[in-house]
């Protein structure tokens, strides 16, 4: 899949349409790598005011610059910076009639004639109530991020990072696949990559199969409170969660050149 058509997030209409997958029992040390090689945590706020202004400052910089490596950096750094902040700053959609009125203040201006016309045209054809846009913009907003990976979705709310989700789809990516020892290979894992967790008093400790355990009934829940507390349903939810993971780490070339990891919508 080119970069261009590798979406950023799997929302919830995308799950039923993710291909049942098995680890290849060779792969696995390779497959807990790539899980725990880095984990989403959550992102602090971008404002809108805020992100453009630092947007307007790279460009201007960037043109400040003689033509060469500097100027490119600068100029692609301030639409990484503004396309960002459109997408994850809390804006409230204008509205369908709104969004009209603008584009006629501005038509032949800002905008062209043409493409102001036609775009009139579609906002009175498409059939889409104003509640239901807003609502949209809300649920898009990212919870956790990390270099290649955007979660979104309300049942998020309360984590920090997605490591648990992580720790959950290796155990249960193993065991599916009749990899024994499943436990103590992503304890191991995890210490391989120097991922430390908090004990008493707040203390980092090093992982063991207990906390490994505990960590895998914790997402068990998440996905009860997603999918339904039923077995069937249960295991859904748990094949889901292994084949999204599976999917990222069987794309890794069109990650590497310039796509995301995809998040699971919770909410």
Same mark, same amino acid.
């Given at each position: 899949?080119?970069?261009?058509? +590798?979406?950023? *997030?799997?929302? #919830?209409?995308?799950?039923?349409?993710?291909?049942?997958?098995?680890?290849?029992?060779?792969?696995?040390?390779? +497959?807990?790598?790539?899980? $725990? #090689?880095?984990?989403?945590? *959550?992102?602090?706020?971008?404002?809108?005011?805020?992100?453009?202004?630092?947007?307007?400052?790279?460009?201007?910089? &960037? %043109?400040?610059?003689? &033509?060469?490596?500097?100027?490119? =950096?600068?100029?692609?750094?301030?639409?990484?910076? %503004?396309?960002?902040? $459109?997408?994850?700053? #809390?804006?409230?959609?204008?509205?369908?009639?709104?969004?009209?009125?603008?584009?006629?203040?501005?038509?032949?201006? =800002? +905008?062209?004639?043409?493409?102001?016309?036609?775009?009139?045209?579609?906002?009175?054809?498409?059939?889409?109530?104003?509640?239901?846009?807003?609502?949209?913009?809300?649920?898009?907003?990212?919870?956790?991020?990390?270099?290649?990976?955007?979660?979104?979705?309300?049942?998020?709310?309360?984590?920090?990072?997605?490591? #648990?989700?992580?720790?959950?789809?290796?155990?249960?990516?193993?065991?599916?696949?009749?990899?024994?020892?499943?436990?103590?290979?992503?304890?191991? !894992?995890?210490?391989?990559?120097?991922? !430390?967790?908090?004990?008493? !008093?707040?203390?980092?400790?090093? %992982?063991?199969?207990?906390?490994?355990?505990?960590?895998?009934?914790?997402?068990?829940?998440?996905?009860?409170?997603? +999918?339904?507390?039923?077995?069937?349903?249960?295991?859904?939810?748990?094949?889901?969660?292994?084949?999204? %993971?599976?999917?990222?780490?069987? &794309?890794?070339?069109?990650?590497?050149?310039?796509?995301?990891?995809?998040?699971?919508?919770?909410?």
């Amino acid at each position: 899949m080119s970069p261009s058509t +590798f979406p950023q *997030r799997i929302s #919830s209409e995308h799950l039923p349409k993710l291909k049942e997958r098995t680890l290849d029992p060779s792969q696995a040390d390779e +497959f807990l790598k790539f899980l $725990f #090689s880095t984990v989403a945590r *959550r992102a602090g706020m971008i404002r809108l005011h805020e992100g453009a202004a630092v947007a307007q400052c790279l460009k201007e910089l &960037a %043109w400040r610059l003689p &033509a060469g490596a500097g100027r490119t =950096h600068l100029d692609r750094l301030a639409w990484q910076v %503004w396309q960002t902040t $459109f997408r994850v700053a #809390s804006i409230k959609p204008s509205g369908k009639q709104k969004a009209a009125r603008f584009l006629r203040r501005h038509r032949g201006t =800002h +905008f062209r004639n043409s493409v102001v016309g036609r775009t009139l045209e579609l906002l009175e054809e498409v059939d889409v109530p104003d509640e239901e846009i807003e609502a949209a913009a809300r649920s898009s907003e990212a919870n956790l991020v990390s270099e290649r990976m955007s979660i979104q979705g309300k049942a998020l709310d309360h984590l920090q990072d997605d490591l #648990s989700e992580r720790i959950y789809a290796g155990y249960h990516a193993l065991r599916l696949a009749g990899i024994p020892g499943a436990r103590g290979r992503v304890m191991q !894992a995890l210490k391989a990559q120097r991922l !430390a967790r908090k004990g008493l !008093a707040g203390k980092r400790v090093a %992982w063991d199969a207990a906390a490994v355990a505990d960590r895998v009934k914790q997402y068990r829940d998440v996905v009860r409170r997603r +999918f339904g507390p039923k077995k069937d349903q249960v295991d859904k939810g748990r094949n889901l969660v292994v084949w999204k %993971w599976l999917e990222l780490f069987n &794309a890794p070339k069109a990650m590497d050149q310039g796509g995301q990891d995809r998040g699971l919508l919770e909410g």
